[in-house]
């Protein structure tokens, strides 16, 4: 089912203002997060109405009327097109489309599900649409989706679903999207933490699918670089972590400390506080060794 996103025109963008660097920034997330999820079909922004026109028809005849149009709440200033499996799910992500009024001023989107060739009864109109591709996903296949990195964690938890909203108490996270499972379970589930896009998925012992409580531990660790530590690991301590390794400045420059989650997964946090030439790194880690060697 394919849904558009209609932004609604409003007097500063029918005026040519542009939006603000964090209207960008967050509206960039938000369509990152749709392509992680693989729902995102296509966006833009739109010109005012300056600097476009309509055609009016009386039956056969055909009228040029150039712009701009003064009705602006009935011009759009942007789309998106998303592709999902049912209303509820376009609904979800919908809510979460940032306010898109310059400003932050009063916004208003509507959303519209498009029409599909399946809607309509054969016809040899209707073939002619589908050879030349109309209302199928003809956007390319991108190898890497959007907001993608070429490595990701992908973790097992008893419990995904409340693991989700650990992570996000814990470390900030954002969900990105969840495919339920039988017995309430999670057969995928995507969220983010900063830049970076962590996939989870429940255990299912059918599927040799078991997370570190059920294997007695992991030698896993995922690595988190914030911007402040300190407050950081604090956060994920008060939601509930176990410290494992305080945080302390280390040899090889980073303030560094690591957690054990609820789930059985661990996690080192770091800030990098200072340069180190790989000289001094060397000398460092073969004090530390000879020093905690027994003699």
Request: charged share 25%; glycine share 8%.
């Amino acid at each position: 089912m394919r849904f558009m996103i209609i932004v609604k025109a409003t007097k500063e963008s029918e005026a040519g203002q542009m939006p603000e660097e964090a209207l960008i920034a967050e509206m960039a997330k938000y369509h990152e997060e749709l392509a992680a999820a693989g729902v995102l079909r296509d966006a833009s922004g739109l010109h005012s109405s300056a600097k476009g026109w309509r055609i009016q028809y009386a039956g056969k005849e055909r009228t040029f009327v150039d712009g701009p149009f003064v009705e602006a709440k009935e011009l759009i200033a942007g789309y998106t097109i998303i592709e999902v499996n049912s209303r509820e799910e376009a609904v979800q992500w919908t809510r979460r489309f940032p306010n898109p009024a310059i400003n932050a001023k009063q916004g208003e989107i509507e959303v519209r599900q498009m029409f599909e060739l399946e809607d309509f009864g054969p016809s040899e109109g209707i073939e002619r649409f589908r050879k030349i591709g109309m209302g199928n996903n003809i956007q390319p296949v991108q190898p890497i989706p959007c907001g993608m990195h070429t490595v990701t964690p992908h973790i097992v938890c008893a419990g995904a679903a409340e693991a989700i909203e650990f992570y996000k108490k814990a470390f900030n996270a954002e969900e990105v999207m969840r495919v339920p499972g039988p017995a309430g379970k999670l057969v995928h589930a995507q969220i983010r933490i900063g830049d970076s896009t962590v996939m989870l998925v429940d255990e299912f012992a059918e599927w040799e699918s078991f997370g570190p409580k059920t294997l007695k531990g992991s030698p896993v660790t995922i690595h988190l670089y914030v911007e402040e530590v300190d407050k950081f690991f604090a956060r994920a301590v008060e939601a509930g972590a176990k410290i494992i390794m305080p945080l302390e400045n280390t040899f090889w420059g980073d303030r560094y400390g690591v957690l054990l989650d609820p789930f059985g997964h661990h996690w080192s946090l770091a800030t990098h506080v200072r340069n180190v030439s790989p000289e001094e790194l060397r000398q460092a880690a073969h004090k530390m060794f000879n020093d905690s060697t027994p003699h």
